[in-house]
């Protein structure tokens, strides 16, 4: 351990230059895909109406418990339980649209994101390096 240098990349020696390279890389290209991304959310329903509202009881009531005696073990499934069915009721409402881009930006964005990807998995092989 002890004579690793600062340039090993996982444990391997060499491949700092290709993990720097490949890490901006795919940052880059991972924000110009999630910049042409349009997430739109919906209201869910339960017979018939707009009934969001509804699936804050559970959640406000296990509050309300652990409140009065925050060991209640019913207060905290009724909070944890109803945050996870409110976070479950917005991800399965959400609409998720590519924004219209030309093929040529399209091709930049994921050859970015998917050769920085790939750089980053080449930085953690061994390179060999030559000791002078």
């Not at 924000?31 to 109406?49: D, E, N, R």
């Not at 991800?91 to 050769?115: C, D, K, Q, W």
């Amino acid at each position: 351990m002890e004579n690793r240098s600062f340039t090993d990349v996982g444990g391997t020696p060499g491949g700092i230059g290709h993990f720097l390279l490949g890490f901006a890389m795919a940052c880059v290209g991972g924000f110009l895909i999630t910049h042409q991304v349009t997430i739109v959310g919906s209201y869910w329903s339960f017979w018939g109406g707009n009934s969001f509202g509804i699936t804050l009881l559970p959640m406000l009531f296990g509050v309300g418990i652990l409140f009065w005696n925050g060991k209640n073990w019913l207060g905290w499934l009724l909070t944890v339980g109803g945050a996870l069915f409110i976070f479950a009721g917005i991800i399965a409402n959400m609409h998720i649209y590519f924004r219209p881009t030309s093929l040529f930006e399209t091709m930049v964005m994921l050859i970015l994101l998917v050769g920085g990807l790939v750089l980053i998995a080449r930085s953690l092989r061994s390179h060999n390096l030559k000791q002078s």
